[in-house]
């Protein structure tokens, strides 16, 4: 199929950065315990911090076995993803009964597990991509990071792999780029913003002192915990809103 079959029209009217932004908060909280009971996974990768940090502290033990556990943490977070982005039409869909609720979700989670290699490999690749980018001049580095955001859903949704799957997502973008970069980097700033206001909020209240000088001041375990935990919070948000901005961009 050419390259101008898979784009999406550009005459396509979008969602709104807020109908988005809605929408998304309305399928979290009406699968809040299944979306909790996909991310509590990444406590375990948190928990094993804990538990080097005041067994071992900071020793090369120590930061040999975080370092394991960092890479449980981009496993399961990769799982999560593929698994939360899967459900999104099963959420989305008015099911007759339980059954077929069961067995959609059946599949999208069986398909997630199948999929963390291939998405994590084009997640790598759109991520190195765009940092060459935004190394160079930030400009290229916005653009491609655009162009190749939807990327890891394509692999999910229409099952293309490695690179296929950035060209696919760059089509889908491509004739709106403006419109849907507001969308992506508008959401992106609200949830930076908002997370920067709130873990502020608990270096203080932790006595972090902004005359302080770089290195004088080590966050202690607890601060560490909850700004992890705060991140965990952010993610299926980011997750939901990302999918339903790609299913508007493959409505053709």
């Known amino acids: 199929m050419s390259s101008k079959a898979l784009s999406t029209p550009a005459n396509q009217t979008l969602p709104s950065l807020s109908s988005l932004l809605f929408n998304s908060l309305r399928l979290i909280r009406q699968n809040f315990n299944s979306i909790l009971g996909y991310t509590g996974w990444l406590l375990l990768p948190i928990i094993a911090h804990i538990i080097i940090r005041t067994t071992l502290g900071l020793t090369d033990l120590s930061a040999t076995l975080d370092l394991i556990a960092n890479l449980a943490l981009i496993f399961i977070g990769v799982s999560i993803y593929n698994t939360i982005a899967l459900h999104v039409p099963v959420w989305k869909t008015l099911h007759t ?92 700033f609200i949830i930076l913003l908002t997370y920067l206001i ?44 990302t999918t339903l901005l790609y299913q508007a961009l493959k409505v053709e």
Do not use: C, H
């Open 97 to 188: 009964n339980d059954s077929l609720r069961l067995a959609a979700s059946t599949t999208a989670s069986s398909t997630a597990q199948k999929n963390i290699t291939s998405v994590a490999w084009v997640m790598i690749i759109s991520g190195l991509t765009s940092l060459i980018g935004f190394v160079a001049v930030a400009i290229p580095g916005l653009l491609l990071a655009t162009w190749f955001a939807f990327a890891p859903l394509t692999v999910l949704f229409e099952n293309t792999r490695g690179t296929a799957a950035l060209q696919r997502s760059r089509n889908l973008v491509r004739g709106r780029f403006w419109n849907v970069a507001y969308r992506l980097w508008s959401f992106n």
């Open 198 to 241: 709130i873990a502020a909020i608990i270096l203080f209240a932790f006595g972090f002192q902004p005359t302080a000088s770089f290195g004088e001041w080590t966050p202690p375990l607890a601060a560490d915990t909850l700004m992890s935990l705060l991140e965990i919070a952010s993610f299926p948000l980011i997750i939901v809103y």
